[in-house]
């Protein structure tokens, strides 16, 4: 099947990010780990740009823009080469930011998606290291607001903003494009993308192949999915009715779910961009065969060797390494002797179900612990053993705990204050699978009591079977396999 | 006690008395400055001297005052650039030049005056007012670090620093008759001085002798890991003052010597080139066909760089705020109050330099120009050792003679600016007077080759009087 992209959309992508896995910021020795610090207090005359003060590149940054950049298939710059971006801002200490403008550090990258129609290729035009403004807090809502707060603690924290080619071809290749994108960049060790303000997009549409729109500033992966979906639909409209597309930047109304005209291209700001005096070029071309060699194992590579090693699916393996973390904890608990694909069914599905029913993003993983923060508030903190999967995993394996027991365990250590075991749990809660007669009395019962769903049964009502199964769970407190009871009940009525 | 001591009579009268005691003495004459030299006096001044007292005078500077640019960061000292933008605001930490002179035991006497954001030639742009030039207070001591070289000059200070971005180090000394020396591009650190042209600045020392050059070089060059421009290479400077010039080739580039020069610097230039020759150096005539550009690529450099360098005083968050109904008014209103006319000028005519469409035409014109003028001089300085030519075409001027056409007195820099375009070192010293005003005697040397410039400059002034004449006005 060939995707024909009938509405000619092209999607392309500018995203920043915040490399906040380095310990130092961009251009001085300030710690960039700022989140839960009150504000400005993680600043110096530097990323304050007092006057007199001077940038010193921090060389981590550039290593850590070399590893996307390989990571990415692109070509690396033989030196580092920094320009001034002038404009007026309160949250730009200095009036410029400093970035890279003709030389960036990466250059004809590529990614690839699960696109409309199977792999697809994104290109990345560049990738380029800048530095982070520092951030406005508004005294009440933006509108009401009697006065607004600068912090400065996210002043030179070191970016990459990556552009890609607009090679995706609806909102979904983009938010597929956003997810594969994160996930690389979290594999690399240079990105938490749970933390406020890690990532931000801005995003070029255009349908029909025609003028394109950017729309920015946007600050999830969902919002942008949101945005496009919208702004497509406007531009299709605008076309419908005879009117022309004009080049412009929108601004995402996250709340309305709306995107609002910003500015027209005439309106477009002048940067005066020219080289940073105070920074000379540093030559990296020696460093990459060396970074290239502490690249860790990628998702493509992670998931083909998880379908081979572990003999399980494509759609497993693909959920599996969707992050770092959960690979991981799904490698811990196959290397303590869980049967691999077990595992994977309970680890892929259940679980990875049950932390998206609970709004919880993994957030850590030291090899016997897997940590999670809640998306929407990250003071709320969970985790789930290593040791507990594997646990249940065999239980179940062995036969000692039906799925709905198993799944129960899960959700009562996802939700339990106290810590527990699987074993604990299952014994607390009389979990464990009924003996067989103990079913096969419990079936004769049911059959004896209900005669009329009997009835209804054998003259052809299907759903009469599954009142019969819930009878016999009830009788069995749940602790019967609902596949063996199922089976139970026709074999006594069928024969 | 005696004014205009040089830093080893200094430290000998320490050795007789005490720090505080020499501290006290220079204060005492700043007390009855009659040329605005300073725009502060440091309350810490007596405190500082005593402590060193009490130390026991370590360090090669220990207890000797000294002045400092006020673009020039000093914890607890107002660093005010000579503008209103900036009034107000105190560095929370030391520029790399004042650790160097604190660790040598140097007492900072107090911060002296400039044309703002040291945009100018003549220190009236100031906020603070204009320095007077101690040779004749009616005439300016010239610029941007003329209140550096004024104090020094009339024996307010021993020595001091300045910075030189097309000039402002040379010309004053050049004006006031002292010795003033810009360094290579990239041997003392720029950390914790204000920008104004990143790409062409330098601290520089200002003194009444050569030595007191080298011993302020040897205390504030080197290297600093802070300022990424700054390069890592010992120089031993001290050990560079010989008296002996034999066999040593002096290039006399004519284009130095243009339209408009004062027949006075031309004819002092010459004798002293002429008196080197007897003391056995050889010249012969260079030439360096770009330097006619190379003011016109400096101002563009200049102010383009400076457009965006000053962009950070906004008033959000220090030094000088006007009211405004929105933030956008108040910056507006910060900027057209704070910035005086010159430095406003200059931030316009940089941002146009740099805008889209002119760019190409004027910024990038500009650095292809001072490419060739860096060519120029490596060609010329292939075949000789050093450059001489006047330092200024004419001696001060009066005040208020050129404020008012800036053009006039941009091209007063025409010989000093495209030294900072090759951030080659140069030296002005003392070689004669014009109607009672010093000439100054420009030497350029080699890239990070102060050695052969203080060698050369430091034999003049062992075989001719001039250093040691002194401004009768203020005596």
């Given amino acids: 099947m060939v995707y024909e992209n009938p509405d000619g959309i092209r999607i392309g992508l500018e995203i920043h990010v915040q490399l906040n896995k380095l310990k130092t910021k961009m251009f001085c020795g300030c710690s960039s780990d700022y989140h839960n610090s009150a504000p400005n207090t993680h600043t110096c005359p530097v990323c304050l740009g007092l006057p007199g003060a001077l940038p010193v590149l921090n060389r981590k940054a550039v290593e850590a823009a070399i ?375 419990a079936v004769s019962e049911t059959i004896a009591e209900n005669a009329a769903a009997v009835q209804d049964y054998l003259g052809g009502a299907e759903k009469s079977l599954n009142f019969l199964v819930g009878q016999v769970m009830k009788k069995t407190k749940g602790t019967a396999d609902a596949k063996t009871a199922r089976e139970l009940i026709i074999k006594e009525l069928k024969g | 006690m005696a004014k205009w001591m040089s830093v080893a009579q200094v430290k000998e009268k320490i050795r007789e008395s005490s720090a505080e005691e020499v501290t006290a003495s220079y204060l005492e004459v700043i007390e009855k400055s009659k040329i605005n030299g300073y725009v502060a006096v440091s309350e810490k001044a007596v405190e500082q001297a005593r402590e060193i007292d009490a130390k026991g005078h370590e360090g090669p500077l220990a207890g000797v005052p000294i002045a400092i640019k006020d673009n020039i960061s000093v914890v607890g000292m107002q660093n005010s650039c000579g503008s209103k933008i900036l009034e107000g605001y105190v560095p929370p930490f ?197 330097i006619k550009y190379a003011l016109a690529s400096y101002y563009i450099i200049a102010m383009s760089e400076a457009s965006s360098n000053l962009a950070r005083f906004d008033g959000t968050r220090y030094g000088f705020r006007d009211r405004g109904e929105n933030w956008h008014s108040m910056v507006s209103a910060t900027r057209a109050e704070g910035f005086g006319t010159e430095v406003k000028r200059r931030i316009l005519l940089g941002t146009y330099a740099l805008s889209a469409g002119y760019h190409d035409k004027y910024y990038l014109k500009a650095l292809k120009v001072r490419t060739l003028v860096k060519q120029d001089f490596d060609r010329a300085l292939s075949k000789v050792d050093v450059l001489m030519a006047p330092t200024m075409p004419n001696p001060a001027f009066k005040k208020g003679e050129k404020i008012e056409d800036p053009l006039t007195l941009y091209l007063s820099d025409v010989n000093t600016c495209p030294i900072n375009l090759a951030g080659v070192p140069s030296i002005s010293v003392p070689c004669g007077f014009t109607d009672g005003l010093p000439i100054g005697l420009q030497i350029m040397g080699k890239p990070f080759d102060e050695p052969t410039v203080l060698r050369t400059a430091y034999t003049f002034e062992q075989n001719t009087d001039y250093h040691t004449k002194r401004p009768p006005e203020v005596a």
């Fill in chain 1, 67 to 441: 590893k996307v950049g390989l990571a990415l298939e692109g070509e690396i710059a033989e030196e580092t080469q920094f320009h001034r971006k002038n404009y007026f801002y309160p949250d730009l200490p200095k009036g410029f930011q400093v970035t890279q403008y003709d030389y960036p550090i990466v250059s004809k990258g590529k990614v690839v998606i699960e696109g409309e129609d199977g792999e697809h290729v994104v290109g990345i035009t560049r990738a380029h290291m800048e530095e982070d403004p520092g951030k406005l807090v508004h005294i009440g809502s933006i509108e009401k607001s009697k006065g607004v707060l600068i912090d400065y603690n996210r002043s030179g924290m070191p970016l990459i903003e990556t552009v890609t080619e607009p090679d995706m071809r609806s909102p979904k290749e983009a938010r597929r494009f956003l997810d594969k994108f994160r996930n690389i960049l979290e594999y690399l060790d240079v990105f938490d993308g749970n933390l406020e303000g890690a990532m931000r997009v801005d995003a070029n549409v255009s349908v029909y192949w025609g003028t394109r729109v950017e729309i920015k500033n946007i600050s999830s992966h969902k919002g942008v999915e949101r945005a496009l979906l919208y702004e497509i639909m406007r531009q299709k409209n605008v076309i419908r009715r005879g009117g022309k597309i004009t080049q412009e930047t929108r601004h995402f109304d996250e709340g309305r779910g709306v995107t609002l005209s910003m500015r027209t291209k005439e309106e477009a700001e002048d940067y005066r961009y020219f080289r940073e005096p105070d920074l000379m070029p540093m030559r990296v071309s020696d460093w990459v065969p060396g970074i290239r060699e502490t690249l860790p194992e990628l998702p493509d590579a992670k998931r083909s060797r998880f379908i081979e090693q572990y003999g399980i699916t494509d759609m497993h393996a693909r959920s599996l390494t969707s992050k770092i973390m959960l690979a991981d904890f799904y490698e811990g608990v196959c290397a303590k002797g869980a049967d691999p694909k077990t595992a994977a069914t309970w680890t892929a599905d259940v679980f990875l179900g049950e932390l998206n029913y609970r709004d919880l993003a993994i957030s850590s993983y030291d090899g016997e612990t897997i940590g999670f923060i809640h998306a929407k508030d990250p003071q709320v903190e969970n985790s789930f053993k290593v040791s507990d999967m594997v646990e249940l995993v065999k239980l179940f394996s062995e036969g000692k705990v039906s799925d709905r027991a198993a799944v129960e365990v899960i959700r009562s250590i996802l939700d339990g204050t106290e810590e527990k075991t699987p074993l604990q749990i299952i014994e607390e809660k009389g979990l464990f699978k009924a003996e067989d007669d103990l079913v096969t009395k």
């Fill in chain 2, 94 to 290: 030391n520029a790399h030049v004042i650790e160097k002179l604190q660790e040598a035991g140097a007492v900072i006497l107090g911060k002296t005056n400039m044309d703002e954001f040291a945009m100018g030639s003549s220190t009236e742009t100031s906020y603070y007012g204009p320095t007077a030039n101690p040779w004749d207070l009616e005439r300016v001591p010239g610029g941007s670090s003329g209140g550096s070289a004024a104090v020094v000059a009339a024996g307010e200070a021993p020595f001091a620093l300045g910075s030189d971005t097309g000039g402002s180090v040379r010309c004053p000394a050049a004006f006031c008759g002292v010795v003033g020396l810009k360094p290579t591009y990239g041997a003392v650190s720029r950390y914790g001085v204000v920008a104004y042209a990143n790409s062409l600045e330098q601290v520089g020392p200002l003194a009444n002798n050569v030595t007191d050059i080298a011993v302020l070089m040897d205390v504030i060059g080197g290297y600093d890991r802070r300022d990424s421009t700054s390069i890592d290479r010992k120089t031993a400077y001290q050990e560079a003052l010989v008296d002996d010039v034999k066999g040593l080739k002096i290039g006399v580039p004519k284009e130095f010597f243009g339209e408009g020069i004062h027949q006075d610097v031309e004819k002092a230039v010459w004798d002293s080139i002429h008196r080197y020759e007897e003391l056995g150096a050889s010249w012969e005539e260079v030439s360096m066909p770009n």
